[in-house]
């Protein structure tokens, strides 16, 4: 069964720093990778999606990156903003039919002013 | 606008009620999902349902059921609540994944359910 982890769990960072959040994936097997956003007590909202057959993908400051072969996605963050504040989450289709996701435990992430 | 709405933002109940959960969504997609969000459990699928009137058990089915009598309609059931069922529960939907398609899971707000 597919396993995904993100590291760090929570990151403290001042406003205008580039940062790097981390997924890794046990099951390379997969056919593309999302990055989520959630804000405290709401929905997830989807930010990025990298097909497979991609290297990276970018939207405005945000920046995704996959490597199947190394079980590993980055998502890279210019120049935080206190907006940015919020719980990302990776996620892979799980199994064949790819209707389901497995999710990464999440980065909590805090952009102080 | 893609939207998909979740019946209450927050929900108390006491425990052995029945809870009902309803999520729609506007956007004609074949597949619907239930979560459920617990500080360091992630999220965890409840029930998944990719057709009218079919469902597929997630990973933690347990003290839940799930009905789907339309497309754009799925509800969550909490037979006999328990304070164990105290969590958040979030919605999705998506259309039909195909290999290489793109396909994103849509959410709803959130309905955070207090069971006393």
């Known amino acids: 069964k597919q396993e995904v982890t993100q590291i760090p769990a929570a990151l403290s960072v001042p406003e205008g720093e580039n940062l790097v959040l981390n997924c890794s994936f046990t099951?390379?097997?997969?056919?593309?990778l999302q990055w989520f956003r959630q804000d405290p007590g709401k929905g997830l909202t989807s930010l990025l999606l990298?097909?497979?057959?991609?290297r990276e993908q970018t939207s405005g400051r945000l920046n995704a990156s996959l490597d199947k072969s190394s079980g590993r996605s980055t998502l890279y963050i210019a120049a935080s903003q206190p907006g940015d504040s919020a719980t990302y989450l990776c996620?892979?289709?799980?199994?064949?039919?790819?209707?389901?996701?497995?999710f990464g435990g999440g980065t909590r992430l805090m952009v102080k002013p | 606008d893609v939207k998909v709405t979740q019946s209450s933002r927050y929900l108390v109940k006491r425990t052995g009620e029945k809870v009902f959960l309803e999520c729609v969504q506007d956007?004609?997609?074949?597949?619907m999902f239930w979560y459920r969000q617990d500080p360091g459990l992630g999220l965890r699928l409840i029930y998944f349902?990719?057709?009218?009137?079919?469902?597929e058990k997630g990973d933690i089915p347990e003290g839940y059921s799930v009905s789907r009598e339309k497309k754009e309609r799925f509800s969550l059931i909490l037979e006999s609540a328990s304070t164990n069922q105290t969590s958040m529960y979030l919605c999705?939907?998506?259309?039909?994944?195909?290999?290489?398609?793109?396909?994103?899971?849509?959410f709803g707000p959130g309905t955070r359910l207090t069971v006393l």
């Open positions: 999705a939907s998506s259309s039909l994944a195909q290999r290489g398609v793109k396909d994103t899971q849509y």
């Open positions: 099951d390379s097997a997969i056919y593309n």
């Open positions: 990298i097909q497979s057959s991609q």
């Open positions: 996620a892979v289709p799980e199994g064949n039919a790819g209707n389901m996701l497995t």
């Open positions: 956007m004609d997609h074949e597949n």
């Open positions: 349902s990719y057709d009218v009137k079919m469902k």
